[in-house]
């Protein structure tokens, strides 16, 4: 890898596409358990030309993995575009400017700022949270530094890495009239784009959207609706009742036990490709994230059946 290629590459190419009013299209992968390279590449295969950038998760579920800005790099390095997840967990205010200023300074462009899974729901429940700061404040953080070129503690920064800044949303936790005011924030904090939690409830998102509309938000970020297609039965059971924020409607479930056995994960894939169209046509959802966990090699078929396809090519 050609680091000072990457010193010179230009922005995020997430930001032009979103910025020029096309629809985006990004995917995730998840690092691997160990230091197998050969595992992230192989994962980043289905992913190239079929999305616009890969969200690179940061120890999803409080489980350790390989670092968020290791498999960022390996990205980079593929001629993939990665979205950098940092979440708040994990490392104090001085870590986390750190690491900004060096993923930004090997070409990383995008990042999405986490609260992060409590230590107790992983492999470590043992594990002291840092949490020195939230997600809203690291928002602000990243802001500042790109916007201000000034760390958080007053110094300037000569050299500040212009990251195109992301967050999450959830319109599915409780209270749901809290899900609108809490975007407000983001955005007020300094967000230029947004990704949902996956989005099964259609009535609910739609109502989410609708109110988000009307508050002027949809004209102030870039939402990106989250999709994730049910592998199973058991999958879509297991995230309704065990899986926290997430709705899961009966008429889902019901509609995935209807199908002929073996026929049950195309039928997945066929709802979330339906999901997809909605959100071509939905005002204020300006892209969606797919988040195919695990399921990475059935990204080129969900975006060649959603009709994604071809993508903006990166300029």
């Known amino acids: 890898m050609s680091i000072q290629g990457n010193n010179l590459k230009s922005g995020s190419n997430l930001e032009k596409i979103l910025k020029s009013g096309q629809f985006a299209f990004t995917g995730e992968l998840g690092p691997p358990r160990g230091t197998d390279v050969k595992e992230v590449i192989e994962k980043a295969q289905f992913l190239k030309g079929n999305v616009d950038s890969v969200n690179i998760t940061d120890n999803q579920t409080a489980v350790v993995r390989m670092a968020s800005w290791a498999a960022s790099l390996l990205l980079v390095q593929e001629g993939l575009e990665p979205n950098y997840q940092m979440v708040c967990r994990d490392r104090n205010r001085l870590a986390m400017q750190a690491d900004i200023l060096g993923a930004y300074a090997l070409g990383i462009r995008n990042m999405l700022c986490l609260s992060g899974d409590h230590c107790q729901f992983g492999d470590h429940p043992d594990a002291k949270g840092v949490f020195d700061i939230d997600s809203m404040q690291l928002i602000a953080m990243v802001k500042q530094m790109r916007d201000d070129a000034k760390f958080l503690g007053g110094a300037e920064i000569h050299h500040p890495p212009k990251i195109f800044i992301g967050a999450a949303s959830n319109p599915f936790a409780d209270p749901f009239d809290w899900r609108v005011q809490r ?57 309704k009742s065990k899986v926290p924020g997430m709705d899961v409607p009966d008429e889902v ?19 979330a490709c339906e999901q997809i169209e909605e959100f071509k046509s939905m005002k204020g ?18 975006a060649a059946q959603a009709k994604v396809l071809p993508r903006p090519k990166p300029e």
């Open 183 to 239: 975007l407000a924030k983001k955005i007020e904090a300094g967000v230029d784009f947004i990704q949902t939690q996956c989005i099964y409830n259609m009535e609910k998102f739609r109502k989410f959207i609708h109110i988000a509309g009307e508050e002027g938000l949809t004209e102030k970020v870039y939402i990106l609706a989250g999709v994730t297609p049910f592998k199973s039965i058991g999958m879509a059971k297991y995230m």
């Open 253 to 271: 479930i019901k509609r995935l036990q209807g199908v002929e056995k073996g026929k049950v994960a195309q039928e997945g894939i066929n709802m």
């Open 285 to 302: 959802v300006h892209g969606v994230h797919l988040m195919a966990i695990e399921w990475e090699h059935k990204v080129p078929e969900i």
